[in-house]
């Protein structure tokens, strides 16, 4: 069974630019989410999604950050514009079931560095 | 607020070793405790606990759950230099699915 994958493994922009990241979750699970690690600092929530819907966005720092999940398959997280303090590692999981149910399993990661 | 506490922060042991890792929670409406490994790049799961006093157990690692004091505690027994890596301690809530991490303990085993 493949797992979770992410592209890019390391994505470096400028301050300004705008990066989209790619999240492939292991076939079958609908529970998508996003989480991100800064420097320093534990993981944190960003979103979840049930298929193509939102269930939960709460962690979402600001309106420079859109995900979106086409046809409850892949999903992308987009940052617009970049800021510095946008700098860590995003990490995608999924699971079968939610609601604690279940455990998540995570990708590599994209390791993000805005200079 | 959701909060969870890992300690020790970091340890080096010796190779045959036997460490304890800890990690307490504050977590509203706690379903339940997920440790994971994290080597270089994904976190990789361990365990998921529920329920109170049940030892969950794969190989040389253990962990158990007491919910009437809060915390876990994760063994891993003869320490072997692939041990090393951060685990992360996460509790999730019955209400949301979002994971609320602990900032993970460092393991460094050395020969």
């Known amino acids: 069974e493949a797992g979770v994958t992410q592209f890019p493994s390391h994505s470096v922009i400028e301050k300004g630019q705008t990066v989209t990241l790619r999240c492939d979750p292991i076939?079958?699970?609908?529970?998508l989410y996003w989480y991100r690690r800064v420097m320093g600092k534990e993981i944190k929530f960003l979103l979840h999604?049930?298929?193509?819907?939102?269930?939960?966005e709460s962690g979402m720092p600001n309106n420079r950050f859109l995900a979106e999940r086409t046809g409850g398959t892949y999903s992308t997280l987009k940052v617009q514009p970049a800021e510095l303090e946008d700098s860590g590692v995003y990490f995608c999981a999924s699971s079968q079931e939610a609601r604690g149910y279940s455990p998540l399993h995570f990708g590599n990661g994209t390791r993000l560095t805005v200079t | 607020e959701d909060k969870v506490v890992q300690s020790p922060l970091s340890l080096v042991v010796h190779e045959g070793d036997t460490v304890t890792l800890n990690c307490s929670y504050e977590v509203t409406n706690f379903r339940s405790l997920l440790w994971y490994k994290q080597e270089k790049k994904a976190p990789t799961f361990l365990f998921m606990l529920t329920s109170s006093g049940i030892e969950k157990k794969s190989g040389r690692l253990s962990s158990i759950l007491d919910k009437k004091e809060l915390f876990s505690i994760l063994n891993i027994t003869a320490t072997q230099t692939g041990d090393s890596a951060v685990y992360l301690c996460a509790a999730t809530t019955g209400t949301a699915s979002k994971l609320t991490f602990g900032t993970g303990t460092r393991l460094q085993v050395t020969l």
């Open positions: 999604f049930v298929k193509e819907s939102k269930q939960d």
């Open positions: 076939s079958g699970h609908d529970n």
